[in-house]
C-alpha cells in the first residue's frame, strides 16, 4: 500500500512540476547552506524549508545543480504528520488532508568532486504544491555557492622590472607582487673620474637591477709641488685634476746669524710642498769684541772678531792699593 502511495506520490510532483501556477498566496520554500565557499572533497548540506500561506495536500521542491561540479551523497525527507515522504533528487511529502505546512522539509548532503571547475554556481529547488489536483502558487529557492583551489604555488619567478609571480599548480592562477630590492652590492666603485653601479637583487624572486652612480669628489691627490715662489699645486693620480694654492709658510728660521760685519738669512719652509724662500736679516750694531789690552798709561782697547773695529778708551783707575808701605826712611807705594 505504502509502495503505491509513494507512486502516486511521484506522478503527482512530475504533474505539479509542468504545471503552470494559477491560485493566489501559495506556498514558498527557502533553503540553507552549511557553507557557501567550498574546494574539491568539500561536502556541503543544504536544508530546505517550506512556508505555507495556504494548505496543500502535496508538496514538492525538485533539486537542479551542475552534475559535473556535484554528486550526491545523502538526502531525506521529514516532515512530521506527512502521509508520505520522499527524497529522489529533492524533497516530496503529502498529507491524507489540506495542510498548511510551515517548518523544516528535509537535507541533502552533496559532495564537490575531485574534478569540478572552480567558479560560482547555483543549486536550484522548483516548487510545486498541488491541493487535490488544484496547483498552489508555490515559489522555489537557489543557494549560491563558490568552488575555490586550495592553492599550491610554485616558486616566485620573475615577471618584469617591476613585478614577480607564482603559478598555482591546480587551477594556474597567478599570484602577482611587487619587487621587494636589497640594499645593494657596489658591482664597480664610482671614483673621481667615472661613476659607479650598484646591482640591487629581489630575494623572492632572485631578479635583478642595476643602478649607475654619479662621480665623487674624492680624489687622490699626490704630494705638494712648488710651481712658483707664491703658489704650489697637486694632482689627483685618477682624474689628473691639478689643484693650485698658495704657499703656506711657517714663521721662519734663521739659517745664517747676522753679524756686524755681514747680513743674516732667515729661511722660511711652507708646510705643504716643504718649499723655501728667504729674507735677508740686517746687520747688527753688536760688535763681537775680544779682551781688553793695554795701549799705554792712559787707554786700553779691544777688538771686533768679526769686523775688526777697534775700540780705545781711557783706563778706568780704581781706588788703588798699597803695595809697598812707607817708612821714616823710604816713601811707600801705591798701585
Same mark, same amino acid.
Given at each position: ?18 504545471? &503552470?501556477v ?6 514558498s ?5 552549511s ?45 512530521? %504528520? ?47 504544491v ?7 502558487? &508555490? ?77 665623487t ?33 711657517? %714663521?721662519?728660521?734663521?739659517?745664517k ?13 711652507c ?31 779691544h ?24 817708612t ?8
Open positions: 500500500m505504502k509502495k503505491m502511495i509513494s507512486i502516486i506520490l511521484c506522478i503527482l510532483l512530475l504533474a505539479v512540476l509542468t504545471t &503552470a494559477f491560485a493566489a498566496g501559495g506556498v520554500f527557502s533553503m540553507s547552506a557553507s557557501t565557499s567550498l574546494q574539491r572533497g568539500d561536502t556541503i548540506t543544504l536544508t530546505a524549508s517550506a512556508y505555507s500561506g495556504e494548505p496543500g495536500t502535496s508538496y514538492g521542491l525538485m533539486l537542479a545543480y551542475d552534475h559535473s561540479v556535484f554528486e550526491e551523497v545523502s538526502g531525506s525527507t521529514a516532515v512530521a %504528520g506527512a502521509l508520505v515522504n520522499s527524497f529522489n533528487n529533492g524533497f516530496a511529502f503529502m498529507f491524507q488532508t489540506p495542510t498548511a505546512y510551515s517548518g523544516t522539509v528535509g537535507s541533502v548532503t552533496l559532495r564537490v568532486k575531485d574534478t569540478a571547475a572552480f567558479g560560482n554556481f547555483t543549486i536550484s529547488g522548483s516548487a510545486s498541488l491541493n487535490g489536483n488544484d496547483a498552489v502558487s &508555490a515559489s522555489g529557492c537557489s543557494v549560491s555557492v563558490s568552488v575555490v583551489c586550495n592553492h599550491s604555488y610554485g616558486s616566485w619567478t620573475n615577471l618584469d622590472s617591476t613585478n614577480h609571480q607564482k603559478t598555482c599548480t591546480v587551477c594556474t592562477d597567478v599570484q602577482t607582487e611587487v619587487h621587494t630590492w636589497d640594499k645593494g652590492t657596489t658591482v664597480k666603485a664610482a671614483n673621481c673620474k667615472e661613476g659607479g653601479e650598484v646591482k640591487y637583487t629581489c630575494p623572492t624572486c632572485s631578479a635583478t637591477r642595476t643602478e649607475n652612480t654619479e662621480k669628489d674624492d680624489h687622490k691627490y699626490g704630494a705638494w709641488i712648488k710651481v712658483s715662489d707664491t703658489q704650489h699645486s697637486r694632482t689627483c693620480s685618477v682624474c689628473t685634476k691639478e689643484e693650485t694654492v698658495n704657499h703656506s709658510w711657517d %714663521g721662519g728660521k734663521v739659517t746669524p747676522a753679524t756686524c760685519k755681514e747680513t743674516g738669512i732667515q729661511t722660511y719652509t708646510s705643504g710642498c716643504k718649499g723655501t724662500k728667504t729674507e735677508v736679516l740686517e746687520k747688527t750694531t753688536t760688535h763681537n769684541y775680544g779682551k781688553w789690552t793695554k795701549v799705554d798709561e792712559n787707554n786700553h782697547k777688538i771686533c772678531a768679526d769686523c775688526q773695529k777697534e775700540e780705545t778708551l781711557g783706563h778706568s783707575w780704581n781706588s788703588g792699593a798699597v803695595t809697598k808701605q812707607p821714616c826712611k823710604e816713601e811707600g807705594v801705591k798701585t
